[in-house]
């Protein structure tokens, strides 16, 4: 982490408050520190917040402030984080069916690590996965802290269509696919819930900084949970997150 | 109500307002008009709040028809454009009677031409926003380009909006394409991971819009630029207008479509006032970057939304009306005898 953030222009309306050059859950929560207490100063000309993994991308209007002006102002912000009081994150509980036709890679991870599928299904939900960043496709999570003992490569070949909901491994990655798209992820198993729809108020259920753990469904509470999804009732449940649950 | 007929949809005929804000944090693209001033200047014309959706058109441009009269104006790139097969001519509104057709000839500049309808389109908006997000499948219509036999709404045609036909923006304030772009830019906010040498090869290298380049990004071919170590940075946010340099040394732009966040170096970031110059340019077009400062890019911006500003005192009423540009009740006809111009005004009674 950088002692002090650097500001760097992105153009004439955009500037990058970059707080470290490494994926660290330190730097992520100072993004996430910054991100919050901007949101709740509600500075005039600020037009848009975007938090990543160790930086923070302010959108402004440069009719209302000048370069120099929103750097003082900024840095000013910065300089208040240490008492910025940070609320808890959220723990997102996600049903996860595992193995069998929603994840058809199940059998190969099994193989590929030599565990059994309890083990893997133990491993894969006892961690709280941080959400570092949503992007590349609309709510999708960049998820952090997965045992790498579960860790297995790519696939060779790319799937060109992934169900929706599908989760996956790549690397020492975990994530969820939210929407249907090509990917090249080894898939373990399926949510039922819906992290992105158009449709729905609101349309995203995730955010940076907040947690994903994922719990073990059998396939009819699966479909149970689909159907309640589908007409809009289903409610994600979440904790308040503890630190270094084991 | 009215409605326009798509009679043949054109190579990429989309829906598009100024974009979806808000959403980025979540992973969502803001999407928008490639060429803003294009359709800033072609909604204020037709008396539209600026933001309002209008067709964006690219390249080959649709057949429609008007199933009912409407007040339009086409502003951008000169696509050829003609109602009934007479010219139609860009910068200005223009009455539309029921039945006509509008149909494009082909490029003759430019690249993206936009299209306002008094009243606006009747189109949902999702997450704030009409605007079309092809990858995504979201906003405009279905959240596609338009097919043939799709129909899009307008409100009715008001006696109040008769009073902006013809009137046109003036010449300062429409486009002059040059045969090399020069678009500004702030550098950054990645220029450190370049030597000044590259820097400098990059401002004075002549680029080349290639064939690999759309709503999402353009891809450049011209002088390959180094990096001092990795083209790989941890992944960031992007902004509109935002030049990426991956491993291959190749500047890719980032456009309306682009994804919230990337993991390549950004060398620098094309000013907004001249974003409108990339938006108009197409495959084979040379383009050519200039480095401005923080504070001059920030002077030229004032400028920029001061002139959008007072445009509505500057509208223009063209004293040569051609007869698809009249008010209904009132038509003037343009003759030449002996090559003497003559304005026959035919009023109804």
């Not at chain 1, 599928?117 to 802290?145: Q, V």
């Not at chain 1, 990655?173 to 399926?190: A, D, H, K, N």
Request: aromatic content about 10%; overall charge neutral.
């Amino acid at each position: 982490m950088y002692k002090k953030a650097r500001y760097l222009p992105a153009g004439d309306k955009g500037i990058v408050v970059e707080f470290g050059s490494t994926i660290k859950t330190q730097i992520n929560q100072k993004v996430r520190s910054m991100f919050l207490a901007l949101e709740q100063c509600q500075l005039p000309g600020i037009l848009e917040l975007v938090p990543t993994y160790r930086s923070l991308m302010v959108f402004y209007d440069p009719l209302v402030w000048e370069f120099n002006k929103l750097l003082v102002e900024l840095e000013k912000i910065e300089a208040s984080l240490a008492s910025f009081k940070l609320p808890k994150p959220r723990v997102n509980l996600l049903p996860v069916v595992y193995g069998g036709e929603h994840g058809p890679d199940f059998q190969f991870v099994c193989q590929y690590t030599k565990l059994t599928p309890e083990e893997i299904i133990r491993i894969h939900t006892s961690t709280d996965y941080l959400i570092y960043m949503l992007g590349f496709t609309p709510g999708f999570p960049y998820l952090g802290g997965m045992d790498e003992r579960i860790a297995v490569p790519r696939l060779e070949v790319p799937r060109t269509k992934i169900p929706v909901g599908s989760v996956g491994i790549a690397g020492s990655q975990t994530g969820v696919y939210p929407i249907e798209s090509p990917g090249g992820w080894q898939l373990i198993g399926r949510t039922p819930v819906r992290l992105y729809d158009p449709s729905r108020t609101p349309p995203f259920l995730l955010q940076a900084g907040d947690y994903i753990r994922f719990y073990q469904v059998s396939s009819e509470e699966y479909q149970e949970i689909a159907q309640q999804v589908e007409k809009k009732r289903y409610i994600l449940k979440t904790l308040d997150y503890v630190e270094k649950r084991s | 109500m009215g409605s326009i007929k798509v009679i043949k949809p054109g190579f990429l005929t989309t829906i598009q307002d100024l974009g979806r804000f808000g959403y980025q944090k979540f992973g969502m693209p803001v999407a928008g008009a490639m060429d803003e001033y294009a359709l800033r200047i072609a909604n204020l014309l037709v008396g539209n709040t600026e933001e309002e959706a209008c067709l964006e058109i690219t390249l080959v441009g649709p057949t429609l028809e008007f199933l009912d009269e409407c007040v339009i104006a086409l502003t951008g790139g000169d696509l050829r454009a003609q109602i009934n097969g007479e010219d139609l001519p860009l910068w200005q509104a223009c009455y539309i009677q029921k039945g006509d057709k509008l149909h494009f000839g082909g490029v003759k500049s430019g690249c993206r031409a936009y299209l306002a309808v008094a009243g606006g389109l009747e189109i949902p908006a999702i997450m704030g926003s009409k605007s079309t997000y092809l990858r995504g499948q979201i906003g405009g219509v279905e959240g596609r380009a338009l097919w043939e036999g799709d129909e899009i709404s307008f409100p009715a045609l008001s006696a109040e909006t008769l009073e902006v036909v013809n009137r046109k923006v003036p010449q300062d304030y429409q486009y002059d394409f040059s045969s090399l772009i020069i678009v500004r830019v702030v550098l950054g906010p990645q220029e450190d991971a370049f030597t000044l040498n590259e820097i400098k090869k990059f401002l004075e290298g002549k680029y080349q819009v290639t064939n690999n380049s759309d709503r999402m990004g353009y891809r450049l071919d011209g002088p390959r630029i180094h990096h001092k170590k990795s083209p790989d940075i941890i992944s960031d946010g992007i902004a509109k207008g935002s030049v990426q340099i991956p491993g291959d040394g190749l500047p890719i732009v980032m456009m309306s479509d682009r994804q919230t966040t990337g993991g390549y170096t950004k060398i620098a970031t094309i000013i907004t006032p001249d974003f409108p110059k990339i938006a108009q340019a197409k495959p084979g077009d040379t383009i050519q970057f200039q480095a401005v400062s923080i504070e001059e890019a920030h002077e030229v911006y004032r400028q920029y939304e001061t002139k959008i500003r007072i445009l509505p005192d500057k509208f223009i009423y063209s004293p040569r009306q051609s007869y698809h540009c009249n008010n209904p009740f009132r038509k003037i006809i343009n003759i030449k005898i002996n090559g003497k111009e003559y304005l026959i005004e035919i009023e109804e009674i």
